[in-house]
């Protein structure tokens, strides 16, 4: 299909010249002399891209970006004037506006820019084929992933949901703990009930225990009233105690008269109190190391680990790495109120670079950042800033070579485990054994 461009100016000399510097085999070029009669022309087959005037007679350029923003948001704007000041540009890149070319017009500049434009709208098209064919698959709450620890993951979760038994889940930092702890109390029969989450290593070891279990009047300085507890306005719900493993002995020894007689004790009171929260706990430390040590409770390290889950590092299943840089870069868009971008695969394969000790909340910053730098939808890997350094270009070669890359890249993260590369990829095995052979990477 054609890409179909719109030009708008009320100038016709320079529709004319644009047109025919445009028009070509794979392109379709209409022209209006303003943007009242561009908005009349929408009525057909809706452009791909529109290139508009500034300054015109009636609406401007910047009401036309707007309206054509509401109207029809996957149109390419590439707004043109005379009046190369720097607050129109601001105007227009906040409005949306795709790139922003000062008169009189660079023909090679205005082709370079069409000519990324376009790809980018290639991109953003492959991005969405590939988005309808994953969704709803593999993902439960915010947790996303195809690697087969996480899948099996997915499948605990559920499983937890039905029970109340206390969870320990452990993995590095970043790599999503709270997600899931917070998946298993929004899927189960009390999800209606708090959640609560509690970071151990925020507050002394006496603040902590007023914060989870509430006080009475009088019973450290500065308690002036009766305060109840996370535990108390958790009810039936969940409490999330994250790096348990670096609290007090102390501490540890009323957490296990919580798991073991459902009550706790607010800090001065001569009473116990009754608690029907779940427990689900995290660390990222070595419990049994710990415990070896006499740091931590070995009686409470049974009590919590009821049932374990141990989360891996993003960099053992890098295979996950697109499709959670899709859904990563989708939600930080949504709060930033910017339209959904995509990544260009050169910036994917910057990602495959990086070893990411930050984990799942590294590589969000990391696309974040890239988004708020990003003047257009596609994240390109001059975007990118990984381990503190702007990401290395990559070349990317044509589509062949690109396919080669992105196998390889798959079959190195699976470890030359077929079966796992072929599921990541969306291909069938023979299909896989066909593309291995055609690249030499048997």
Request: net charge negative.
């Amino acid at each position: 299909m054609p890409t179909r461009i719109l030009i708008v100016d009320d100038d016709p000399s320079v529709r004319v010249s644009l047109a025919d510097a445009l028009r070509g085999d794979d392109r379709e070029v209409e022209a209006a002399e303003s943007a009242e009669a561009a908005l009349q022309l929408l009525d057909g087959a809706p452009p791909d891209v529109v290139l508009t005037d500034v300054r015109m007679p009636g609406l401007d350029g910047i009401e036309l970006l707007r309206l054509l923003r509401q109207r029809l948001p996957s149109t390419d704007v590439i707004l043109m004037t005379a009046y190369d000041d720097m607050p129109t540009v601001v105007a227009a890149m906040r409005e949306g506006a795709r790139d922003f070319l000062p008169k009189p017009i660079d023909l090679a500049d205005l082709r370079q820019v069409l000519a990324r434009t376009l790809e980018d709208r290639r991109i953003r098209e492959r991005a969405r084929r590939a988005a309808e064919e994953d969704a709803g698959r593999y993902h439960l709450e915010r947790l996303v992933g195809r690697d087969p620890r996480m899948i099996a993951i997915y499948k605990l979760v559920g499983q937890l949901a039905a029970n109340r038994a206390s969870v320990l889940i452990r993995g590095e930092t970043g790599t999503g703990k709270e997600l899931i702890a917070r998946a298993i109390h929004y899927n189960s029969g009390d999800a209606a009930e708090p959640f609560v989450p509690v970071n151990c290593t925020a507050l002394p070891t006496t603040l902590l225990e007023s914060e989870l279990f509430g006080h009475k009047r009088g019973s450290f300085t500065g308690a002036i009233a009766d305060r109840r507890g996370r535990f108390a306005l958790a009810g039936r719900g969940t409490i999330f105690l994250d790096e348990i493993g670096d609290t007090s002995p102390e501490f540890q020894a009323k957490v296990l008269r919580v798991l073991e007689d459902h009550e706790c004790y607010p800090v001065g009171a001569d009473r116990a109190e009754r608690t029907e929260a779940r427990v689900i706990a995290a660390t990222h430390g070595n419990l049994e190391e710990l415990v070896a040590a006499g740091k931590f409770r070995e009686d409470l390290y049974y009590r919590l680990r009821v049932v374990e889950i141990r989360v891996p590092p993003l960099r053992e299943r890098v295979g996950d790495l697109p499709l959670l840089a899709d859904y990563l870069l989708r939600r930080a868009a949504e709060e930033l109120h910017r339209a959904p971008p995509v990544l260009s695969t050169e910036a994917v394969e910057a990602l495959f670079v990086h070893d990411w000790p930050g984990n799942v909340r590294e590589l969000e910053n990391a696309l974040t950042r890239a988004l708020v730098l990003a003047t257009g939808n596609v994240i390109r890997p001059d975007h990118l800033t990984i381990g503190d350094r702007p990401a290395p270009p990559t070349e990317l070669g044509s589509l062949e070579q690109v396919e080669r890359r992105h196998v390889a890249h798959v079959l190195e993260a699976t470890g030359g485990q077929k079966a796992r590369a072929a599921h990541i990829l969306g291909v069938s095995r023979p299909r896989l054994n066909r593309l291995l052979r055609k690249y030499g990477l048997e």
